[in-house]
């Protein structure tokens, strides 16, 4: 009687089950395949960001790809596909994808999706530097990233927002976001220990876009560059003659050019000064998968690592 008893009990169990699952899928309900909040990165270096916050807890599409420079992307018809269905957008901000052709706001506002309902900016909370070409003091540098304190404050807002839109898992977001930031603070306190050890008169890092001056200021090296921002008019022959005169008036030994440009500005500086070009460093994107600079740690543990080792040369 008791066996039959429970049988009829396990019976009714799977009934209600399928009942439940059934309603739930006929009303628009989400299925445990697709239960995750549907989430958007506008590169790279936040899609990695969010994959450490939330491991498997969410479904991601990055939007441009890696090696591609934001600042200009086109976004592609899948891209506006996912981007209408995703719970959640997060970009940079400070002027990186909505500068230009602004190709973010406005797919955003196509997918009609709303600032700080649904798009959010990784950045919230920087303290913003600006740009120094003449006419273009009012516009801000959005390579904040390059200083590890501001990218563990993209991080912390990232844990924030994942927790108000999905709170069932935010033992898990609070958890894995701890242990990450320490990785980071770790990082960057070694890579400060490092630079204040290079000679004040080797402390320039001259590379092809201006989009250290976040870097320099955390880890106390001036900036020089070529161009101040990626542009269809860059290497022009005074940007060459300013550049020049700064490597000249000091005693760098080595040269950097990021991975996102092509070398051939920066291997007319190295033939003018007849200094090498030490590594090639990261800035917009992060490396294609498999190489050590394929994540936002392992691109800032490499360009921290070749930037020290180049200026104490």
Known sequence: MIKRLSFITVTIIIIMGGVLWFVNSSQGGKT????????????????????????????????????TDPHEYEPRPQDVSVAQEADVLFHNGLNLETGGSGWFKKMYQNAGKKTNKQVFAASKGVVAKHLTDKGKENELDPHAWLDMQNGIKYVKNIEKVLIAKDPDNASIYKKRTAAYVKKLSALDKNAKTKFNNIPEHKKLLVTSEGAFKYFSAAYGIKPAFIWEINTESQGTPEQMKQVLEKIRSTNVPSLFVESSVSPKTMEKVAKETGLPIYSKIYTDSLAKKGHAADTYYGMMKWNLDKISEGLSK
Do not use: Y
């Open 32 to 67: 445990s395949q697709h239960d995750k909040l549907q989430l958007v990165a506008t590169n790279s270096i936040i899609g990695n960001m969010i994959e450490e916050v939330a491991g498997n807890k969410v479904n991601l599409h990055t939007l441009v790809p890696r090696g």
